[in-house]
């Protein structure tokens, strides 16, 4: 098992900056790609990045390239930074663990943190 805790959510304003932390324990942190993913009310839950054990990373889209995703192993911590925000990209932010960095197959995931950006 791995339990996954996401912070650093909140109410932001349009133009700021965010930086979402994902803290791991349980099983070997440092074996898993670790992935955040998104769900803006009253929709899917979208794939937003991924990467690999090895630092390898994985964009949804473009569009999701204007994210940074990144890892400390040592910290069994997991980020998404993001600059430069807006209205749109208000949800629900979840980290997960799983297999791999395609965004899909994930075993863990997290509670999810709320990220509200006002205009």
């Known amino acids: 098992q791995v339990q996954l805790v996401e912070s650093g959510g909140g109410l932001v304003q349009a133009g700021g900056s965010l930086r979402l932390s994902c803290a791991a324990s349980?099983?070997?942190?440092?074996?898993?790609?670790m992935g955040w993913f998104r769900q803006v009310s009253g929709l899917e839950r979208e794939f937003v990045a991924a990467?690999?054990?090895?630092?390898?990373?994985n964009y949804a889209s473009s569009k999701m390239g204007r994210f940074t995703i990144s890892r400390d192993d040592a910290k069994n911590t997991v980020y998404m930074q993001r600059n430069s925000l807006n209205p749109e990209d208000t949800a629900v932010y979840y980290c997960?663990?799983?297999?791999?960095?395609?965004?899909?197959?994930?075993?863990?995931w997290g509670q999810g943190t709320q990220v509200t950006v006002s205009s």
């Open positions: 349980g099983r070997t942190f440092s074996s898993y790609a």
């Open positions: 990467i690999s054990w090895r630092g390898s990373r």
């Open positions: 997960a663990a799983g297999p791999n960095i395609r965004g899909y197959g994930y075993d863990y």
